[in-house]
Each structure stands twice: as structure tokens, then as C-alpha cells.
């Protein structure tokens, strides 16, 4: 890995951002917007539901870091539809950097795209409804790890659809994580899953992180071997998703959809 | 021979592109690459940049198959310019030669920069964004960032495509020139013959994805017996028989 080559490609999304007050406006607007809209629910069953009558923010707090998620799988996708939209495709493919390099450097300024968004409305939260996800404490470094690699494994497979489909895939990019939300019982703890659906949910990670989220805010506990299996989950479907854009990579070179991929 | 091209095929589905062609390029040779539209030009530089697998054939550089390189190493060697491929439009020209400058490993990226804007008469819009620019800016920025690693092995799409004529003269005068003081082979896909008659040491010409014909401009019009490149190609292009 040549990190002056990861930095470079990282540093073309960074002037993007840079370069546009609206693209920034743009990342921070819709996690806000989630927080107020959350908020306002999490206050609401915290004073009407036996559930969560003791516990303050849990549905919030799972709003937080399924948005967390979300902004990471979206910011992957969209630093590749850029280089469509932009028609720098081929100047992409052509210079010298590994597919690995490009890999790392989607993932590493992903991250800085997610926290753009979602720093500010992490903070806002903490005045205007008294929640605030660092009361999960240690545990939430690698809940976070966990749902970050399974977001950017999203975004991994959604480029690799664009890769083997074209521009024409861009649509999927942002049904894909709907698609797996009732599966993630993010707001919900599984039991209320149907039991065949039950079995499917377990096998993502989303389940666990998310049980393991209100166990912590609802009995104080933390289970560690929770966590770990929440990550080694996301670290399989994270290398699954790897050689998923391997093969993409190579069928598009194939089918010569590289050249001249644009809008 | 610096780059040898034997029975290159390229099959898209039943679709037959590039039909076993072979030709060579020598050291600091330009050749260009002609044939009406759908020949299979594009597919054949798509494949040297490994863009596109090739179906058969091989490709090598200094007699070994392109396949062993490494990926990085290779291209690291080649450059590529086409007015069909553009370069991030939000972001700043500057801001574009420096990425590329970096994701090509270019030491002494700035003074690099300078030179090659300098040279192409970008500095006066070094700050705008890359989108904002006229297609004859896009066009000279494109090359800069094609040569911005100073490219053993230079492929140039059409290159002056859709420029006007004095824009299109200050290219191809800036082309001969680098050719004079930079070791750099060429291949160079074009339409306008008279750019190829500038530019060019030898034609190959394509049709239906095979090499049809191939020499000197020189010889090939004599040899159809035509006035200038432009009439040869049309002779060529128009032909139902295979040469």
C-alpha cells in the first residue's frame, strides 16, 4: 500500500467537499434533521411506553449510530458516483494505484465525511432532548467499528453493482441500506421479528449491535462477547464485499465498462 | 520495439471489436491511429491502458507481456488525454494536477506544476474550477495532467476534437515540440488528417476492428494513389473490400 497514493485520492473528496459551502450544508442538514425528528419520538415513548419508561434517549441514541451508519455506507457510494458524474472514470482506472489503494482510500475518507455530518448533530442532541451517545462509554468505539465496516461493506457491494450495471445502479445505492433496516431491529429488539426472519437477522450484525446498545443504556451491562461477535460479523461480510468489487472489477474490464463511464 | 501488439482480440458478447490485429511501435515512434467511428480504436487503447481484458493476444512492452507488470509499475509508464474523459469539474485546475501529480508519485510536484502550466498557458486559470472552463482550456488541462508524469508512452484520443482552429494549432504545435525535447512514443487516435500528417511517423489504419493498411503518410498516399491523408482515408474507410 502506497499511502501517498490513499492520501492523493482521499485528497480529491476533501477539496470537493472543500471547495462547496451547500456540499457541506448538504452532509450536516440530514443528520440533523434526523436527530430533531428522533428526538421528538424518544421523547414521546419515554413518557408513554412501559418499554422505555426508564431509560432516556435509547431510541435516539439508536437513530445516532443507524444514521452513523447510513452516512458511512452513502459517503462510500457517493465518492464513487462522483467520479462517474465527473467522467473521471477512466483518468481513475488508468493512474497508477492499486484497486486496494482505492479501496482504502474510499473507506478512509468516508469516515470524514460521516463525522462531518454527524458531529453536529451528535452535539445538538446533547442540549435539546439530554442524550448523548458517550453515555454507552467505552463500548461505543467499537459498536461504531462494527457498524462502520458493515456501512462501507454496503457501500462496497452497491460499487460493485455500479461497476457491473453502470450509472443505471445509482438508484440501489440509496435503497440498499432501506432495504436492510427492518432486518437490523434498530428500534426494536428482535423477539418481535417473525422467527424464520429471526434467524436471517442474526446473521447481520446489526442485530447485535443494536441489542447490545440497549442493554448497556436499559440494564447497565455490557456483554463483550456481543461486541466481538458484532465485529467479526462485519470484518466477513467487510471481506466478502472486498472480493465482491474484485470480481466486479475484473468483469467490468471485461465487459469494457470502464472506458467511458459517465452519465 | 518498445511496444508489440500480436493477434489482439477483443469479443463483446458476439460482437467482434478488435479481430487479432498486430503492429509495433518503436521507441519515441508516433503513430497514429486511424478509421471511421466503432473501428475499434478506442477498444484497442482501452486495452493497452488495461482498461479492457483483452478476449486473445498479447500486448508487450519491451518484449514482456503486459500482464507482468505490476499494475501500478506499468502505468506509472503510460498517460492517456481524451476530450471524452474530464478531470473532477469542481475542483480547481491546481487542485486537479496536484492529485494527479500525487496518485502518479511526481517528485517535485510543485515545480512540475509550474512547468507544465506554464508551458500549456493554464496559469491564468490555475484557481478556476474545472468545470467552469472552455472546452479549449479543458482540452490543454487534460494534456497537462496526461503529462504531468512526463509518460514514457503517451495515447492521445483525439486530442483537438472540437476546438477551434488556432486552439487546435497551439495543441498540436505543443505536441511537436514536446516530442522534440522529451522521450516519448505516441499513439494518437484521430479524425483530423492534417494533425496526423503533422504529427505522425506512420498510420495504421482500422476498419470493422481489424488493420486495414499501414506506412508512412507518405506512402500510403501514393499507394492508393490520393492527394493527401484525408482522401486515402476516405478511399479506405468507403472500400468494401478488406486490404
Redesign the interface.
Known amino acids: 500500500m ?1 499511502f ?2 490513499i ?3 482521499g ?2 473528496h476533501l ?2 467537499i472543500m ?2 459551502f451547500p456540499r457541506i450544508l448538504d452532509l450536516i442538514y440530514w443528520p440533523t434533521v434526523q436527530i430533531f425528528l428522533w428526538g421528538f419520538i424518544s421523547k414521546f415513548f419515554t413518557l408513554n411506553s412501559e418499554y422505555y419508561s426508564n431509560t432516556v434517549g435509547v431510541i435516539l441514541t439508536a437513530a445516532i449510530l443507524y444514521d452513523f451508519l447510513f452516512r458511512a455506507s452513502i459517503s462510500f457510494n457517493m465518492m464513487f458516483l ?2 462517474i458524474w ?6 481513475l ?7 486496494r489503494e482505492i479501496i482504502a482510500a474510499l473507506t478512509l475518507t468516508a469516515i470524514i465525511r460521516t463525522l462531518i455530518g454527524l458531529i453536529p448533530a451528535v452535539l445538538i442532541a446533547i442540549p435539546l432532548f439530554g442524550v448523548s451517545v458517550l453515555n454507552l462509554g467505552i463500548p461505543l468505539i467499537f459498536l461504531l467499528l462494527a457498524l462502520y465496516l458493515f456501512g462501507i461493506t454496503l457501500g462496497l457491494l452497491v460499487t460493485s453493482g455500479l461497476l457491473r450495471y453502470g450509472p443505471s445502479f445509482e438508484n440501489i445505492a440509496w435503497a440498499s441500506l432501506f432495504f436492510l433496516a427492518p432486518l437490523g431491529c434498530i428500534y426494536y429488539p428482535i423477539d418481535i421479528l417473525p422467527f424464520s426472519l429471526q434467524i436471517i437477522a442474526k446473521g447481520l450484525p446489526l442485530v447485535h449491535i443494536f441489542e447490545e446498545m440497549r442493554s448497556i443504556l436499559m440494564n447497565n451491562t455490557v456483554n463483550y462477547f456481543n461486541i466481538f461477535k458484532s465485529i467479526s460479523i462485519s470484518v466477513l461480510y467487510f471481506i466478502f464485499g472486498v472480493i465482491i468489487f474484485y470480481i466486479s472489477y ?1 468483469g467490468a ?4 465498462t ?3 463511464m459517465g452519465e | 520495439m518498445l511496444i508489440e501488439i500480436k493477434n489482439l482480440t ?1 469479443i ?1 458478447n458476439n460482437f467482434l ?1 478488435v479481430n487479432k490485429i498486430n503492429f509495433q511501435i518503436g521507441k519515441y515512434e508516433t503513430i497514429g491511429l486511424l478509421g471511421p467511428n466503432g473501428c475499434g480504436k ?2 484497442t487503447i ?1 486495452m493497452m ?5 483483452p478476449s486473445m493476444g498479447e500486448i508487450l512492452i519491451e518484449n514482456k507481456n503486459i500482464k507482468s507488470f505490476k ?6 509508464r ?3 488525454a ?1 476530450p ?9 485546475v491546481k ?1 486537479n494536477l ?3 501529480g ?4 511526481i517528485k517535485n510536484l510543485d515545480k512540475r506544476m509550474n512547468e507544465i502550466s506554464n508551458d500549456l498557458d493554464i496559469k491564468n486559470f490555475y484557481e478556476k ?1 474545472t468545470g467552469e472552463l472552455s472546452s479549449g482550456q479543458k482540452n490543454r488541462v487534460s494534456l497537462a ?1 496526461s503529462l504531468i508524469n512526463k509518460p514514457e508512452i503517451l495515447l492521445l484520443d483525439e486530442p483537438t476534437a472540437s476546438l477551434d482552429p488556432d486552439i487546435g494549432d497551439f495543441i498540436r504545435s505543443y505536441i511537436q515540440e514536446y516530442k522534440k525535447k522529451n522521450k516519448v512514443t505516441i499513439l494518437l487516435a484521430s479524425h483530423n488528417m492534417s494533425e496526423v500528417e503533422r504529427l505522425c511517423d506512420r498510420v495504421i489504419m482500422m476498419k470493422k476492428g481489424k488493420i486495414i493498411d499501414s506506412g508512412t503518410c507518405k506512402n500510403l498516399i501514393q499507394k492508393h494513389g490520393r492527394n493527401n491523408l484525408e482522401e486515402t482515408f476516405l478511399k479506405l474507410a468507403r472500400s468494401k473490400d478488406e486490404f
Open positions: 502506497n501517498n497514493k492520501y492523493a485520492l485528497l480529491r477539496y470537493l471547495n462547496s462522483e467520479e465527473s467522467r473521471n472514470f477512466t483518468n482506472f488508468i493512474a497508477p494505484i492499486k484497486i475484473f474490464k471485461k465487459r469494457g470502464l472506458i467511458n | 477483443k463483446y471489436a478506442t477498444t482501452g491502458l488495461g482498461l479492457v481484458t499494475r501500478d509499475e506499468i502505468l506509472e503510460f498517460n492517456f481524451s471524452y474523459v474530464e478531470l473532477p469539474k469542481k475542483l480547481t487542485q496536484e492529485i494527479y500525487r496518485l502518479y508519485g474550477k495532467k
